[in-house]
């Protein structure tokens, strides 16, 4: 143990050394989570058969499937063709402007009075070259010498056809098939059947598709149907390959894709631990990276490793498919332990911290690796925040039970909500079950923080506010001595305390430390408590003494205190106090004296050993411990009395110089002057004088 806090002092002040425990503690976190982080993977191949259920760890997209069912749905989408019915106005236009030119020819050859042969030559200039390509030249030449009503009949018969057979669709591959039906249009047209045949054969070549392919429309619909198929996910918990299944190529790719092969070596998961390790790590190098000592964060950082130590021995139980283990972690003695060894502040966040880590940890044996449970993240931050809160105010050894019977009671209420709240058909048996985790987790703090409590304080050399207030207690062996053997310094001591106490809180110091300091600052004077003045009764025993030998006497319950107080093993911060709390201050009336005997002596004999006061608690109670003396030897006084001795005797520390090795401002000294004139005069204030009672009343009553 003593080496231990040997080595703590040596490095308390090394900067390089807080590093180091910042990296441990981002090392160490990450050890502990690692398996969490980890992907659980199987050595498998193809057509292997498998020797466990194998479930999903996470929720996918199968992008490959969806993206291949994506093409089959639009593979799917048959061509869109888009009916033109201006193509049928177009070819009854057309077949019509046909025979309309041949009338017109046929007239003009009658009123030119031309040759019948010419007929031939001025319909090959009005007609398109490739109609000559569907008649012979003696059809054209039949067509063109055929009677005027036999060409009208024909136009009619025609034209109706067109415009019937087109007004239904037809399709490229469906037009032999429609040209069939001019047969059928023209059967009983009244002409001859050599003309019939040539308007069939004009008919037929006036029949065209009239659909063609819509390449926006049917990219549209093959947008839709690509969009209609839903992504195909892998969900987590989901089982991806039964119990001495065969492993096929869509089960393998799945394994692959969740990342649960050997061969698919996936670094994704440990950055994100890293970065999430980083994130938890960072209130913590906030809030102690601002601290001059290194002290509080090796405290902190053994609990918080205990802590996670314990966890993971917690993790070893085996769950059922009901519960899990997390909730049996005692998570309320680590905030309990920093509570009292550090401060509320850090243990509320040291809850979340626990919570976030528990909930890692712990997540029910679904084998999802990385998840977080937040119903066991609530029960663990509400149980860390009870053991935080209930010893706010009340930061005593005994009251650790109490707190852990507090901290049982509210898991339980949590416990029941929670389980409640999932609408879970459970049994009486199970839910007796739930409140007895519960249960044992509160008690099972308790157990640990008074188990660990003396070995923290006897290994780093802790002077917890739990322990200054046992300290505190007056039924303490050396307060009894100090009562009973020097009952003058004891009240002196008291007086002291208030006085320290008030200063050091209006200037953000340890108040408790600086009190339980006064308490026992003049233990020494239980030695010779006579030759003391707050001690003497009948007579001052220095009158008979050399200021030499006064002056010994007078030094010596420095360091006989000292001697008393080590003996004892009390903390160190307090047996310091004890030692500086004179500083190398002169001892002015036996100084004095000796001078007047002998006309020469020299100052430093005079001068307690010191050291000088090394922390703000120290310089405030060397200030106190004069300031109570001074104003104690005036029988009545007044604010400006009072103010002035105070003010003076915190001049005459600065000008001594015995402030120089502590870190307490000129701005902190005057907060502190104004604090001990409030208490002295609230000690010493003015008092009704009542009047005096006559003795004769007296008498008569």
């Not at 902190?300 to 490793?305: C, E, H, P, S």
């Not at 008690?443 to 923290?456: N, R, Y």
């Not at 420095?558 to 500086?580: N, T, W, Y």
């Amino acid at each position: 143990m003593e080496r231990i806090r040997f080595f703590l002092e040596h490095v308390n002040h090394v900067r390089f050394v807080r590093y180091l425990l910042f990296l441990f503690l981002g090392l160490f976190l990450f050890a502990v989570l690692y398996d969490q982080a980890k992907p659980h993977q199987y050595e498998l191949r193809l057509f292997d058969i498998a020797t466990e259920t194998i479930r999903s760890p996470i929720t996918i997209e199968d992008k490959e499937t969806t993206e291949r069912l994506k093409k089959e749905a639009a593979d799917k989408v048959t061509d869109i063709y888009t009916l033109k019915k201006e193509y049928a106005e177009n070819r009854v236009d057309l077949i019509s402007s046909l025979f309309t030119t041949i009338v017109e020819i046929q007239n003009e050859i009658k009123e030119e009075k031309k040759e019948p042969t010419k007929m031939m030559d001025a319909l090959k200039e009005r007609l398109p070259q490739e109609w000559f390509s569907y008649l012979s030249a003696d059809e054209w030449e039949k067509l063109l010498h055929a009677a005027p009503e036999d060409i009208e009949t024909a136009k009619e018969a025609a034209v109706t056809a067109v415009h019937s057979i087109m007004a239904e669709r037809i399709t490229q591959s469906e037009l032999e098939k429609a040209r069939a039906k001019v047969q059928d249009e023209l059967k009983y047209v009244m002409l001859s059947p050599s003309l019939k045949e040539i308007v069939v054969k004009l008919t037929k070549q006036a029949i065209i598709p009239n659909v063609i392919y819509d390449r926006t429309a049917t990219e549209e619909k093959r947008r839709q149907a690509m969009d209609e198929v839903k992504p195909v996910k892998i969900l987590q918990g989901q089982v991806i390959v039964e119990e001495g299944q065969f492993i096929t190529n869509e089960i393998y790719h799945q394994l692959q894709l969740v990342g649960l092969l050997q061969n698919d070596r996936s670094f994704q998961p440990l950055i994100g631990l890293f970065l999430f390790v980083l994130l938890l790590l960072s209130p913590v190098v906030y809030y102690f990276g601002r601290e001059q000592a290194n002290k509080n964060l090796f405290v902190y950082t053994a609990i918080f490793t205990i802590m996670l130590l314990v966890m993971k021995l917690v993790r070893l139980i085996p769950e059922s498919d009901v519960f899990s283990t997390g909730y049996l972690v005692p998570v309320a003695f680590g905030t309990m332990l920093v509570r009292i060894f550090i401060g509320e502040r850090i243990a509320i966040m040291t809850s979340i911290l626990y919570a976030i880590c528990g909930s890692l940890m712990f997540n029910e044996g679904m084998g999802v690796n990385g998840t977080i449970q937040v119903s066991l993240a609530i029960y663990l931050v509400t149980s860390g925040l009870a053991g935080s809160f209930f010893l706010h105010k009340q930061l005593r050894r005994a009251k650790i039970w109490q707190a852990g019977v507090f901290v049982a009671f509210i898991n339980m209420v949590v416990m029941l909500a929670l389980t409640l709240l999932k609408n879970g058909h459970y049994s009486l048996t199970e839910i007796g079950m739930f409140l007895l985790m519960a249960f044992a987790s509160g008690i099972f703090s308790a157990i640990l923080t008074i188990g660990l409590l003396p070995v923290f304080e006897a290994c780093f050399g802790i002077l917890s506010s739990m322990k200054l207030i046992e300290l505190s207690n007056p039924n303490h062996p050396l307060l009894r001595k100090i009562l009973t053997e020097a009952p003058g310094t004891y009240h002196h001591s008291i007086m002291v305390a208030n006085l320290a106490e008030a200063a050091c809180e209006a200037i953000g110091a340890n108040g408790l430390l600086a009190r339980v300091a006064c308490y026992y600052h003049d233990i020494g004077k239980t030695k010779r408590p006579q030759y003391f003045i707050e001690n003497q009764i009948g007579g001052n025993p220095h009158d008979h003494l050399s200021p030499q030998l006064s002056k010994n006497i007078i030094l010596a319950h420095v360091s006989d205190g000292v001697a008393i107080l080590k003996k004892h093993r009390m903390p160190k911060e307090i047996v310091d106090i004890a030692e500086q709390h004179h500083g190398t201050t002169l001892l002015k009336y036996f100084y004095h004296k000796a001078l007047e005997q002998t006309g020469y002596v020299l100052e430093e004999e005079f001068r307690y050993p010191g050291p000088k006061p090394q922390t703000k608690e120290a310089a405030i109670i060397s200030i106190a411990d004069s300031v109570e003396a001074a104003v104690r030897s005036l029988s009545n006084p007044s604010q400006e009395e009072i103010g002035k001795i105070v003010r003076s005797i915190i001049a005459e520390r600065l000008q001594d110089n015995q402030l120089n090795e502590c870190d307490i401002t000129l701005k902190e000294l005057e907060m502190v002057a104004r604090s001990l004139c409030e208490t002295l005069n609230g000690v010493f204030h003015s008092r009704i004088e009542y009047p005096e009672i006559r003795k004769e009343k007296v008498k008569h009553a």
